[in-house]
Nanobody
Framework: QIQLVESGGGSVQAGGSLRLSCVVS????????MGWFRQAPGKEREGVAT????????VYAGSVEGRFTISQDNPKNTLYLQMNNLEPEDTSMYYC????????????????????WGQGTQVTVSS
């Protein structure tokens, strides 16, 4: 069982930047797909970006590609999401998620694949 704790959310103006962090504990011997997802009020949860912890391969949603960067710091057991040029449409609760994997391919950006979730951190972007 692993635990995920997000931080770094806040309120910014459009065009600003934020970096979200997710500290991961209880890794054990397994390798993981890691991802960031978001959910705005009244909307379905959507994938933002994923990374394969085995090799760093990434996948991005089209709406954030070129603006967001997912990365990992394995010695610190921390997952990051650098968000630049934020837009009001990025306003959401952001969640860190993980799923054990033996794959060396890209990780799916579908939330049903992930079975470990953090509590979320709120990001609010004003125009």
């Amino acid at each position: 069982q692993i635990q995920l704790v997000e931080s770094g959310g806040g309120s910014v103006q459009a065009g600003g930047s934020l970096r979200l962090s997710c500290v991961v504990s209880g890794y054990g011997y397994r390798r993981y797909c890691m991802g960031w997802f978001r959910q705005a009020p009244g909307k379905e949860r959507e994938g933002v970006a994923t990374i394969n912890s085995n090799n760093g391969r990434t996948v991005y949603a089209g709406s954030v590609e070129g603006r967001f960067t997912i990365s990992q710091d394995n010695p610190k057991n921390t997952l990051y999401l650098q968000m630049n040029n934020l837009e009001p449409e990025d306003t959401s609760m952001y969640y860190c998620a993980a799923a054990a994997t033996i794959s060396w391919g890209t990780c799916k950006i579908t939330d049903s694949v992930y079975n470990y979730w953090g509590q979320g951190t709120q990001v609010t972007v004003s125009s």
